[in-house]
């Protein structure tokens, strides 16, 4: 089986992408091939010009892996201080916990660690190299609310140290807030890959909601740019190919429209959209 | 190789319970159990050594060979919590993950011999230092073939089934190895015996008879082992992660 067909990707120094995809998309796939754990069966990986093996070696390259857990009897700092004895020019311990948000857990052992601060101890592990590609596979799964926000801070304190971030997700909320680039993947290729609001914008819709007594559905479908009517008492929303055409004609027909509103339509109506067509398209 | 790193690791190691427990504990405890009571034979069963003396070496070997093959078990708990691929993606090379490994198990293997000899001195085992010395290195030379072999098992086999896995083959061995009774005569179970590494450990007691306490057969049946475990290992270790 092939999780990952004929993808290609750039990423330049300095982005945060986001490798947004159902399970199964290839997203672990593309990922331990850019880190040296799976070879491609054809074509080339180099991260900063480097096979992925030399990149790691030359500690250029952290990584949180979608799995994984702590090994027992060290404290989180003594962790942390084991691995960054492995790199050239490592972080400060210290300032690798405190960058995780995890300095005041320094002398906790790692078997007594919850969910969250796991996943955090973890994310110290890939930063403490200090390198400039940091990647993480779905890093906030299995979190509550509160660890993930914790941790997307953590991952923006890294991130203004002018580091180029790749993180595979199948929340779509994070994509959108946390990506400023996002590759869309689904049956093993890539579907989409552009700015979040680029990447909604291709399923092309926005919504105009908005108040107008006595509203004759005929007359808003027959508006220039409007595609979808829904209409319940005086509540209007249409549905826009268009918005800015739409919404010009909606003022000039019904001067007495109010309350109104414009919203992009959500990431997931993108995501659902394209990865379907893509899946429609794939040979089974 | 980080002196941090291989510091960590025997830090872990001193922090395990069942280090204590089986590798410095149990040895202690069965030896004075048996040679307590035989403090005074002179000629174990025909092995030619004092029973102190011979399940001192015993006892040791049996300390030394769980020490060893609970590198193996590092190994394997660390496959299974997906450690050892955050590992490969750190600049630290299967080779020097490997030597701290078998460091590690050789370091709790030391540390068995020393509380053993300790326990042997207070029953009475008198060397010349020439004796003590060589025997220490034929102890450690004893236990490559194990060091290989755990390499081999925490590659083969689940973290699930490691504990017992090392807890039978250390039982098995140190048995046929003649850790609890001196093996003597010619019969089957002696050639048997003889073929084994863990046999040869329990030997290295015999060091001041006047001869080589290994022989050209020893020697012959620890390398061969050590040729054979680490093929093995080498083989299980690519299929596990598909590496070369």
Known sequence: ?284 | MSSTYMRLELLRMLRNRRFFIFSLGFPVVLYYLIAGPNKNNDDLGGSGISAPVYYMVGLVAFGAMTAVLSAGARISAERSTGWNRQLRITPLTTRNYFRTKVLTGYAAACATIVVMYVAGATLGVRLPARNWIEMTGLILVGLVPFAAGAIAMGHLVSVDSIGPAMGGTTAVLAFLGGTWFPITGDGVFATVAKCLPSYWLVQAGHVGLGESAWGRTGWLVVVAWTVALTALAARAYRRDTGRF
């Open chain 1, 1 to 284: 089986m092939r999780a990952v067909r004929g993808i290609d990707l750039d990423i330049a120094p300095g982005e945060t992408v986001a490798l947004l995809g159902p399970n199964g998309a290839g997203k672990s796939t593309t990922i331990e091939m850019l880190l040296g754990l799976t070879r491609p069966d054809a074509g080339t990986v180099s991260v900063f010009g480097l096979a992925p093996e030399r990149a790691v070696d030359e500690g250029n390259v952290g990584a949180m892996l979608q799995t994984g857990s702590l090994i027992r009897d060290l404290s989180v700092g003594e962790l942390v201080a084991m691995i960054a004895s492995l790199y050239p020019e490592p972080l400060d311990v210290h300032d690798a916990l405190e960058l995780a948000g995890i300095a005041s857990l320094a002398g906790r052992r790692t078997q007594k660690l919850s969910g969250g601060e796991t996943q955090r101890a973890r994310f110290a592990v890939a930063i403490v190299a200090d390198p400039e590609l940091l990647v993480l596979d779905e890093p906030t799964v299995a979190m509550d609310v509160e660890s993930r926000r914790a941790f997307w801070s953590a991952m923006r304190a890294f991130v203004a140290r002018d580091k180029t971030v790749l993180f595979a997700t199948h929340y779509l909320e994070e994509a959108d807030a946390y990506a400023d680039r996002v590759v869309l993947m689904a049956a093993g290729t890539i579907v989409a890959d552009g700015p979040p609001t680029e990447i909604k914008a291709m399923v092309g819709s926005r919504r105009i909601r908005a108040t107008l007594p006595g509203a004759d559905p005929a007359m808003l479908a027959a508006l220039p740019g409007v595609t979808d009517v829904d209409l319940r008492g005086e509540a209007i929303s249409l549905v826009c190919s268009d918005s800015d055409v739409a919404l010009r004609a909606l003022l000039d027909a019904s001067p007495d429209v109010r309350d109104i509103e414009v919203t992009g339509a959500g990431l997931e109506e993108a995501f659902v959209q394209l990865t379907h067509e893509e899946s429609a398209a794939a040979p089974a």
